[in-house]
């Protein structure tokens, strides 16, 4: 019970609910406005939602070694865009310290803002797309493209980027996806996983280019 009653007190805090606004959630969330009078099933119930709304758990942040993990609903989106940066050559570190590192120099966000609060989530995407667009070649434009088009695809912006880093023939391009993810694309539209595949494959060999020719 303890662990709960002091992790609900933790995400008040770091939600920035001030105490109006936080006994009106646990009202709304349980019918009860006080952590006291509930049931363990009924705080857990409430950091459930708390976590919904951005609650990192001080546990739930940590990874092998001790270090800090980005968790929260906008990393998994600030995560993608920096690894996309890492396997187009333009980040020697994938590392979550260095995306922190480079949004607080780049931007001036402290990270609690950035992970939580979805117009500053906002601000750092766009400047980590603007970024990658400049730096990279990828081209984000949606504009006159049908719905159900394979160029709308974020793996493909960020392969056709990478294709034009390693080579010239543009008509290499696909019998290369073929290659790796290892069976038919004649309608052009890959799943998500394999777009990873394709865009890590991409990335190793860009890689392995820039440390032969450094």
């Not at 001080?58 to 929260?72: D, P, V």
């Not at 333009?90 to 310290?97: E, K, L, N, W």
């Not at 950035?114 to 984000?140: C, N, P, Q, T």
Request: aromatic content about 8%.
């Amino acid at each position: 019970m303890t662990s709960s009653f002091a992790a609900i007190h933790v995400a008040k805090k770091q939600l920035g609910l001030d105490e109006d606004t936080y006994r009106g959630k646990l009202q709304l969330i349980t019918g009860k406005s006080s952590t006291k009078d509930m049931s363990e099933a009924e705080r857990q119930k409430v950091l459930t939602v708390f976590r919904n709304e951005g609650f990192t758990p001080a546990s739930a942040t940590r990874r092998e070694g001790g270090r800090q993990k980005l968790s929260g609903k906008f990393a998994k989106k600030l995560q993608a865009l920096w690894i996309a940066a890492y396997n187009l050559g333009i980040v020697r570190d994938r590392d979550d310290a260095a995306l922190e590192t480079f949004i607080k120099r780049q931007t001036g966000i402290e990270r609690e803002r950035w992970l939580r609060h979805a117009d500053d989530a906002s601000k750092v995407i766009d400047a980590l797309k603007g970024w990658i667009a400049r730096e990279a070649g990828v081209d984000w434009s949606l504009l006159g493209l049908h719905p159900q088009s394979h160029l709308r695809a974020t793996g493909y912006k960020i392969a056709a980027a990478q294709w034009a880093i390693l080579s010239e023939n543009r008509n290499g391009f696909w019998p290369a996806i073929v290659e790796i993810v290892g069976g038919s694309v004649l309608d052009r539209h890959l799943d998500d996983q394999q777009w990873i595949r394709v865009m890590n494959a991409f990335g190793e060999r860009i890689r392995s280019r820039k440390v032969v020719t450094s």
